[in-house]
């Protein structure tokens, strides 16, 4: 019994409880690898609970040339036992998410780009990553099989990554 006990007991501190294990403010760089030439910027993440229960602020800033640029959102549960949740980009744009364990996953389209985005959150930092594509050069190949399985690729164009320390 005691051991059946501590296995479960065990599962529980492995299993993180999101967002509230990674409130907080990461900082880092942000590094952008483009067609137009690779850059590095500053960044920050900001994960903060507010008085509304299942609504979350997330802040992204980026420091370009010692000007900080704030994207000011808000992270919305919709139904968190599925890790369903959607940020709130306050102009009318709302972003799906999906969160399974200490990753959010994310795929929207804009114009003609289609970006995905993770975010992993760690015990002392994050990773922020977001592939782009555009959809307009994606390509079309067949499988050599019975059904001529159609199969389309999109070239990944853009790669922004960040790791990110907790403060």
Known sequence: ML???SKTFAQQETTPNFPNDFFGIYTGNL????PGGNQSLEME???LPTDTLGKYRYKLVYIVKGDRQERSYFL???NKEAGE???DENNGII???KVIDNKMYAL???GDNLLTTFI????TQMIFEIAVTNTTKKQITYANNEEKTEVISYPISTVQRAVLQKQ
């Open 76 to 78: 919305l549960e919709k």
């Open 95 to 97: 972003l799906h998410d």
């Open 45 to 47: 993440f900001h994960l």
């Open 120 to 123: 992993t959150f760690e015990k």
């Open 108 to 110: 929207f389209e804009v």
């Open 3 to 5: 051991a059946g006990f």
């Open 31 to 34: 590094e952008i690898r483009s």
């Open 85 to 87: 949740y959607v940020v």
